[in-house]
């Protein structure tokens, strides 16, 4: 919740500040760029109970990125833009994301020995609001006064909606990655274990872009996007261990495994010991290289150029 209302503070500021930004340019050309397709491919990243610093795991803090656990992943979207400074966005995006306490020097998380990875499906809705652009069309004839015209299309924008995704946490039990949700390792739906979790959620998407012209159509950018989810199950990992007995009758030995494969101080790991802190739900974050392709129609741009006179300026 606590980082929840931080983005959205820093958001109301960008907000607030991009109103006194003094130079934005002219924003008479937003219109021929009105509806775009386009194209993302870059890294995935995970904050949960496995995370990266030497100490207790954390969904808030972005130094407790877990670099070695870095994957990659990409995706399409359609964005309509339907004022000089607002879009709205759709996409659709595949990534997976992964976590292990073998790449912390914390003695407790190390011992603890929890591994995992995960496939992201996500569809997004989101509002994008511009920032600051500078956008001017290339000339279209060689006339007086155009000759050597380039495209600009330099947009820098921030955003935030909301999005459903589809995970599956995983782990590799003699060799092989076998899926975590029905082996119930911290009792879930046994009796006096947690609750069952469904493997479709919802998260807030918090994020900014930046983009500039590559040619007439094209616009190549970075995006970064900060999602907070509803559940604190992407790792598998949230409340307590679960008695290794009832589990073993209940589920069998490789859930035993699973909910508990210490390798060391064993005695910390004893039913009813904290596994995960389930105050705080998962984020996973998407670093992207943006391709975009400008397909606003001939008659979308005629019609825009018969409106031009009422463009807002600023």
């Known amino acids: 919740m606590k980082s929840l209302l931080l983005c959205s503070f820093i958001l109301s500021s960008m907000l607030v500040f991009s109103q006194k930004i003094s130079g934005f340019g002219s924003s008479k050309n937003w219109s021929f760029n009105k509806h775009e397709i386009y194209f ?24 407790d990125l877990d670099f070695a656990s870095t994957r990659i992943g990409g995706g399409i979207g ?30 407790i998380r190390r011992s603890r020995n929890l591994s995992f990875r995960s496939p992201i499906l996500e569809l997004s809705q989101r509002l994008e609001f511009i920032v600051w652009s500078n956008e001017q069309n290339g000339a279209k004839y060689r006339t007086l006064g155009t000759l050597g015209r380039k495209t600009k299309s330099d947009v820098l924008y921030i955003f935030s909606g909301i999005s459903g995704f589809f995970f599956n946490p995983q782990t590799q039990i003699n060799g092989s990655w076998t899926d975590l949700r029905p082996l119930r390792t911290e009792g879930q739906g046994l009796p006096n274990g947690a609750e069952e979790y469904k493997r479709v959620n919802l998260s807030i998407p918090f994020g900014f872009g930046y983009k500039f012209a590559i040619g007439k159509y094209w616009r ?71 391709v975009t392709k400008n397909i606003t129609s001939r008659r979308s741009r005629g019609m825009s150029r018969s409106k031009r006179k009422r463009s807002i300026r600023f």
């Not at 491919?41 to 995370?51: A, I």
């Not at 495994?257 to 060391?264: C, L, T, V, Y």
């Open 220 to 290: 190549l950018g970075l995006e970064v996007s900060y999602n907070k989810t509803f559940t604190d199950y992407v790792d598998d990992v949230s409340t307590e261990y679960y008695n290794p007995a009832l589990l073993k009758s209940k589920v069998g030995s490789n859930a035993v495994f699973a909910a508990d494969p210490s390798i060391e101080n064993h005695t910390w790991f004893t039913t009813g010991q904290q596994r995960g802190n389930p105050e705080d739900n998962d984020s996973y974050i998407f670093t992207n290289i943006t």
């Open 78 to 107: 359609y964005r309509f833009r339907f004022h000089p400074r607002w879009a709205t966005s759709t996409q659709l995006y595949f990534g997976m994301v992964s976590g292990s306490d073998a790449n912390t020097d914390e003695i």
């Open 40 to 63: 993302t491919v870059g890294s995935t990243s995970f904050l949960g109970d496995l995370g990266g610093l030497s100490k207790e795991g954390t969904q808030n803090s972005f130094v």
